[in-house]
């Protein structure tokens, strides 16, 4: 018993000790079970920032396919389900490369959107989800902008660049739904 508490005192340390040699701290949120956002580095940051974001895009877009009545809305959601799923893949990727930590879950933002579009149905939930879709994606082409003038990582500042195309399509596309809804022109 006392050989076993030993090893797992030993590997506890040499946790601490690799996670401090990545740059990894944690704090008391860690302690309470919150996730751990790092403090600084651009790389480290918008990692971890673009991971959370990318997850809320698929969460969210899975429920508006089940939860809208709009088809138009239906159709943006499952796009973003489809592009998103993708993105996470390709940053979790290169993020495993370069030893930065991706989100494992959203937000705090995201999950009081989330209860929120679950307490709405009909076209209330297709506005509120689409109107989040635009501020989103508004905050998140900034944020993928700044990150390729300022990242460290090239791996991960081109994949940011490769991306934008995408990003700036889902925030128009959201912009023109939101749009339609207002004018009660879209099917």
Known sequence: ????????????????????????????????????????GTDDLFVFQASAGGLAEVKLGTLAVRNASDPGVKRFA?????????ANTELANLANKAKLKVASRMDDEHEKALNNLLKLSGTAFDREYVAGQVKDHEATVALFEQHVKGGKNQDIKNWADKTL?????????ARDLRGKLK????K
């Open 1 to 40: 018993m006392k050989r076993a508490r030993q090893g797992a005192l030993l590997l506890i340390a040499s946790l601490g000790l690799a996670l401090a040699a990545n740059g990894i701290s944690y704090t008391q949120e860690a302690v309470k079970g919150r996730e751990v956002r790092p403090k600084d």
């Open 183 to 186: 004018e009660g022109k879209n």
């Open 78 to 86: 499952d796009r973003m389900v489809t592009d998103h799923s993708k």
């Open 165 to 173: 195309p995408t990003l700036r399509d889902h925030l128009k596309m």
